[in-house]
């Protein structure tokens, strides 16, 4: 006899990126920041633990609100913090999709959506991206049970990037609201967080796992009209951001001079895996996020990735039914990458 749903038995469940417990790797495969982050941030975390971890922390990260609202040029009210973005999707899901609803979404894109839509008992609807991944001009209709719609932008793996023009005329059309999924933004020539005073409808989610080096803390936050995030506070977890990470993300949004160093070592370095995956022969989809997405006209790629994780070289193998496969391999320092495509080199 079973005692779950029925939803929770059916679903096989997001699986992140490998990540090792032993030994040395060069680690390219879950889109981490190949540097530590500021120096700030770690004097930042050393002064909030020495206030006193044994106080609950603030339940609305109000200093993070209020830097936040100073770097992006709106009021606090229209930021809410979160347990990294995850988090937020899941507040959001939870907030806009109710049971038997309907939530869409690309593809391919982030396979955490789906899941989501499934642990809420709710219906997800895949709409392929068109083959130079710009999205069908189905993905704007309008659904009586559309409750929400997901836009990773940039989205992964393939890294490419939806105009905020079309974001804009895409929320015009639709019923429901879109979050705009900008988890990889710090990395793209363009961004939609202007959009959020134009249309109550979008929705801005943020990171600060990616440029920010921050993967390890956990902290997001959204970007919405007062009325929206007024709503969506009701649904959070009382304290979902503690006391280290809150501490940790405002001094990291602070040091916008690190972040835009850091940003021009990532670009530099892309730039190279790029060109480097070309002169041997990959198909790599021009990005604009800190991974690039890679297939080869007549090489299976599967064999690819597992000998590069035999010489001790992780990227990620993804296959999307319907789709195809590929690899997508995050950008490191220029070492890193260097000792990819070498042994890529030798193997080709």
């Not at 002064?47 to 609202?69: I, M, S, W």
Request: hydrophobic share 40%; glycine share 6%.
């Amino acid at each position: 006899m079973s005692y779950f749903r029925a939803e929770i038995e059916a679903m096989a469940g997001y699986v992140p990126g490998e990540q090792p417990h032993s030994g040395e790797f060069i680690k390219l495969n879950t889109n981490e920041n190949p540097y530590p982050p500021s120096p700030a941030v770690i004097r930042a975390i050393e002064e909030a633990a020495r206030d006193g971890l044994q106080k609950y922390p603030d339940p609305t990260a109000e200093v993070f609100r209020r830097k936040a609202a100073e770097l992006f040029g709106v009021e606090p009210n229209w930021i809410m913090a979160g347990n990294g973005s995850d988090d937020i999707l899941t507040i959001a899901t939870r907030a806009f999709v109710a049971e038997d609803r309907l939530l869409r979404l690309p593809y391919p894109s982030y396979i955490l959506y789906e899941t989501l839509a499934q642990i809420q008992g709710a219906r997800s609807e895949q709409i392929n991206f068109n083959t130079d991944w710009s999205l069908p001009e189905t993905f704007g209709r309008s659904s009586d049970d559309l409750r929400l719609v997901f836009l990773p932008n940039p989205n992964s793996p393939s890294g490419t990037i939806v105009p905020p023009e079309q974001v804009l005329e895409l929320a015009e059309r639709l019923p429901c609201p879109v979050l705009v999924d900008e988890a990889y933004v710090d990395f793209a020539d363009v961004n939609c967080l202007g959009l959020v005073a134009q249309n109550e409808k979008i929705l801005i989610l943020r990171s600060l796992s990616k440029s920010y080096a921050l993967a390890g803390l956990r902290f997001g936050f959204v970007v919405a009209q007062p009325q929206i995030i007024e709503q969506l506070v009701k649904v959070k977890d009382s304290y979902n951001c503690d006391m280290l990470s809150i501490a940790a993300a405002t001094a990291a949004i602070d040091d916008q001079k690190w972040l835009a160093e850091n940003r021009a070592k990532i670009l530099a370095t892309r730039e190279r895996l790029v060109v480097g995956m070309r002169d041997l022969g990959f198909v790599t989809v021009d990005s604009q996020a800190n991974f690039t997405w890679n297939t080869h006209p007549d090489l299976p790629v599967k064999p690819l990735y597992e000998r590069l994780k035999r010489d001790r070289i992780l990227v990620r193998y993804m296959d999307y039914p319907g789709w195809g496969d590929g690899l997508r391999i995050t950008v490191g320092t220029n070492q890193q990458i260097d000792a990819c495509l070498e042994r890529l080199r030798r193997i080709v």
